[in-house]
């Protein structure tokens, strides 16, 4: 399955037996952790049954007197022969039960904690490693909450069921096979009253979890719009607050917030109605147990029932193991809850690993040691997924060490070139090759290794100005990192900020300005010394004194590689070795700045534009440029 055609959420509905996968791909290695949990759960849950029990036979036995004193399991040689021995017995027996099931319970939480923790943590990072690997296609496609909505929430639910719910569940299942047991030993067919109730609880479980489902697919795609909403609003806190738009914002997130909280109120008054439902059950059970056992016990026996009588000690054992049942019964819903939002989480964790990138290096691709910088671009055609063609026949060379300018209007395909060099997206048609391979012979790593990418928003990760100068190249010393911040024009203001070096820039460098991003991320690339480089508007960001600065920079940096500039600033790319005017996706002319000018085409009109010789324009240049801006214009209304 290739990224750019799906969704990890429609993927994961065909993903078959989810829970079992889950089990078998991460629990695996700590299966061990799982089983001692198991046996641990059953034990507590079988030694919390041992006191209700003593308690039956020493009210028989030792208080009332009406039969002999005996135990399941317990050799008889064990038990005294005294009254106040067997009480004694008794008590002790209860005493170790409570304390072995405190143990138990300890190893049980313990062991139950460690598996699904280490499953989490297991789930997100392989989910994460994929995920970073995935074609920019899948990117475009996929809003950030929607992603860190898998990374994160996904693999906490998990966890909530794999912990404590999987051990409810198991424990239900022990207990209810347990008391049956015990009960059908003492008397089956008072059993078989207190447990009529039990296939009713399974049916009305069956129920709720068919109709919970469904509330929960709703909760789950307006817990995702919520989360975009939000995190978009954060990102562009700027935007709302200088347009004012806080109020119009607050009514938005007020919006879906609602949303959700309507989907999760159907949800929950579910609950409300499956809670209540369940103790009503056991409780009927436990009055029917009281009623059918005491008439037995006090006259006739009800119901057509034939048989010895329950003693007094059996029926204390009947109540308090019916009273046992109540509050797992009710927790049943919380274990079907987190099972159905467990199964969900798995589903699309699961979608998600299905994808595969189609951007990846070939079994026989190459690594090449050093590159000479020959850039070919063949015929080259591409579309983005959408299918409309965005680069038509695009075809040049740059030789080892030349500049190639690109220029053009907003949307003639300038980026979406550069972009199909480091393959973050592959070519639909033609070829481009460097030092003669084509790109996609050569292994993804090894080419994008030797690409220098310095784009017009600079990301920078929140920690040092130093780290961020070396990001990628991590051996690096303090004195290279110094040497290529001095290179870029950096090392200035650098020391003169707080901490200098180890200053630190905050989320994506917000506390840098946009010309000192420019320059720590062109140090970054000065330091990783990539043969090819590409600038995408590397100083279109910056006022004109800063760019005079970065531009001294860069001419270092383009000095001896392969350099693709786009700017809109033409006079950045005036000395480049070759200038294509690109529209509408394909070059429309190329040369150097004065043959470009000679020739009186689109370029010359740019330059004209920019030297502000307004007047001096051709009327096709203008009748373009208004086309070219009611199209975009058209395009941003549809966006909207
Ligand atoms: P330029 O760099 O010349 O401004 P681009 O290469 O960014 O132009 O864009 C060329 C065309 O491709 C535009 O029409 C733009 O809308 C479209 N485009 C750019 N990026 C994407 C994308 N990720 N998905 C779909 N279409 C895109």
Redesign the pocket.
């Given at each position: 399955m290739s990224a750019d055609e799906v969704d990890p959420e429609e993927l994961g509905e065909s993903v078959e037996r989810p829970m079992l996968r889950l089990f078998t791909e991460y629990g695996g290695d700590h299966l061990h952790w799982f089983v001692i949990g198991l046996v641990t759960s059953m034990g507590t849950r079988f030694l919390s049954l041992v006191p209700p029990i003593v308690l039956g036979v020493a009210v028989d036995s030792v208080f009332h007197g009406s039969r002999a004193y005996s135990l399941l399991f317990v050799p008889e040689s064990w038990i005294p022969t005294t009254q106040m021995g067997q009480f004694w017995f008794s008590a002790e027996i209860m005493g170790v039960a409570m304390v072995l099931a405190a143990v138990f319970n300890f190893a049980r939480a313990s062991s139950l904690n460690l598996f699904s923790h280490r499953v989490k943590h297991e789930v997100r990072t392989s989910t994460y490693q994929w995920m970073q690997r995935l074609d920019?296609?899948f990117f475009?496609d996929h809003k950030t909450g929607e992603l860190m909505s898998i990374l994160n929430n996904d693999a906490n639910r998990l966890e909530l069921f794999l912990d404590n719910m999987m051990g409810s569940a198991i424990q239900l299942l022990v207990l209810i096979i347990g008391i049956g047991a015990i009960l059908f030993d003492i008397n089956a067919q008072l059993a078989l009253v207190t447990l009529s109730i039990i296939p009713v609880a399974a049916l009305f479980t069956w129920w709720f979890m068919k109709r919970i489902e469904a509330f929960y697919a709703d909760v789950r795609s307006s817990v995702g719009d919520l989360n975009t909403r939000l995190e978009n609003n954060l990102a562009g806190i700027e935007v709302i607050k200088t347009a004012g738009t806080e109020s119009f914002e607050d009514e938005r997130v007020r919006k879906s917030s609602y949303e959700y909280f309507k989907r999760d109120w159907q949800a929950l008054r579910m609950n409300f109605v499956y809670r209540p439902g369940m103790q009503l059950l056991t409780s009927i059970a436990f009055a029917a147990t009281f009623v059918v056992g005491g008439l037995w016990f006090l006259a006739d026996p009800p119901l057509g029932i034939s048989g010895s009588a329950p003693t007094v000690g059996d029926l204390v054992t009947f109540l308090i193991l019916t009273q046992r049942m109540v509050e797992p019964l009710t927790q049943m819903s919380e274990v079907v809850d987190r099972y159905e939002d467990a199964k969900a989480s798995t589903k699309r964790i699961f979608g998600l690993l299905s994808i595969t990138p189609a951007i990846t290096s070939r079994p026989d691709a190459v690594e090449l040691d050093s590159i000479r910088g020959r850039v070919e671009y063949d015929h080259v055609n591409f579309a983005?997924?959408?299918g409309e063609e965005?680069l038509s026949d695009v075809t040049f060379t740059a030789e080892p060490g030349e500049t190639v300018g690109l220029v053009?209007?907003?949307?003639?395909?300038?980026?979406?070139?550069c972009?199909l060099l480091p393959r973050l997206y592959d070519v639909t048609g033609g070829e481009i090759r460097v030092d003669g391979h084509d790109v996609r012979d050569i292994t993804v790593e090894c080419l994008r290794e030797h690409i220098g990418y310095v784009g017009q928003d600079t990301f920078l990760f929140d920690g040092t100005v130093e780290e961020n100068i070396a990001y990628g190249a991590f051996d690096a010393t303090r004195d290279e990192i110094e040497a290529a911040a001095k290179a870029a024009e950096a090392h200035e203001f650098v020391t003169n900020l707080p901490d200098g070096y180890d200053t630190r820039v905050g989320e994506r460098g917000v506390k840098l300005s946009g010309g000192q991003r420019q320059r720590v991320s062109i140090a970054r690339t000065i330091l990783a010394d990539p043969e090819l480089l590409v600038l995408?508007e590397a100083t279109s960001a910056v006022d004109t004194e800063t760019e005079m600065l970065i531009q001294r920079s860069l001419d270092r940096l383009t000095e001896d590689r392969t350099t693709f500039i786009?700017a809109h600033r033409l006079s950045t790319v005036k000395g480049a070795d070759v200038i294509l005017s690109?529209e509408d996706?394909e070059i429309v002319e190329r040369g150097t700045h004065e043959q470009l000018l000679d020739g009186d085409g689109l370029y010359a009109d740019l330059w004209r534009v920019q030297a502000g010789e307004i007047d001096a324009l051709s009327e096709e240049f203008v009748m373009e440029a208004s086309r070219r801006a009611s199209a975009s214009q058209l395009?941003h209304e549809s966006n909207q």
């Open positions: 920019m296609t475009d983005y997924e959408d965005v053009g209007p907003t949307g003639a395909g300038k980026s979406t070139i972009k995408d786009i690109v996706g395009g």
